[in-house]
């Protein structure tokens, strides 16, 4: 019984700790990915359409 209340325990820390860290809309690092992934776009788009000039 004290093996599945601490793997129980163990289980909800780390989906806390998930959801703080990776999936946090603000500061999460998924937010950080896409925030860069769309500012990599952004400059990749304009270098490639200086370029054609």
Do not use: E, P
Not at 37 to 50: C, E, H, P, Y
């Amino acid at each position: 019984m004290r093996n599945i209340l601490m793997t129980v325990m163990l289980l909800v820390v780390v989906i806390v700790l998930f959801n703080n860290i990776i999936a946090n809309d603000t500061t999460g690092t998924s937010k950080q990915i896409q925030t860069q992934g769309s500012s990599a776009n952004t400059k990749i788009g304009s270098m490639l359409s200086t370029g054609s000039n």
